[in-house]
């Protein structure tokens, strides 16, 4: 067996770890992020700690994110709603003219 053999053996071996660990943590999340980032930080010379706190990084970003989603679901609101989808031939009162306010405002979100 070749060094490079050896090698791809050795990565499998800590693949396999890595997925493990991973679901038992119930952070699946890592086991992607893993792989991917793996290749980065070897390129880029990142350190181990480096490594380490750009995997869990993307696991409490992707938990955030899919909290925030759940916890919208769970009180019932609707889709998320933006100036761009008001209808204001649906309320006339509302709608913004040059210098009102929400006319400003308006403006401004659209520039964004």
Known sequence: MNAT????????KIAKQ??????ALK???????ATRLGDQAR???????EYLAAVLDREVSAR???GAQLRIRAAGFGTAK???DFVF???PRAR???GSAAGICARAWSSM
């Not at 890595?18 to 679901?23: E, F, S, V």
């Not at 390129?43 to 700690?49: F, L, R, S, V």
């Open 89 to 91: 031939d649906s309320w």
């Open 64 to 66: 955030d994110a899919s």
């Open 82 to 84: 933006t100036i761009e």
């Open 27 to 33: 952070a699946p999340r890592i086991r992607e992020a």
């Open 5 to 12: 053999d050896e090698a791809a053996k050795e990565a499998a």
């Open 18 to 23: 890595i997925d493990y660990l991973a679901r």
């Open 43 to 49: 390129d880029a010379g990142w350190t181990h700690e």
């Open 96 to 98: 913004p003219s040059s």
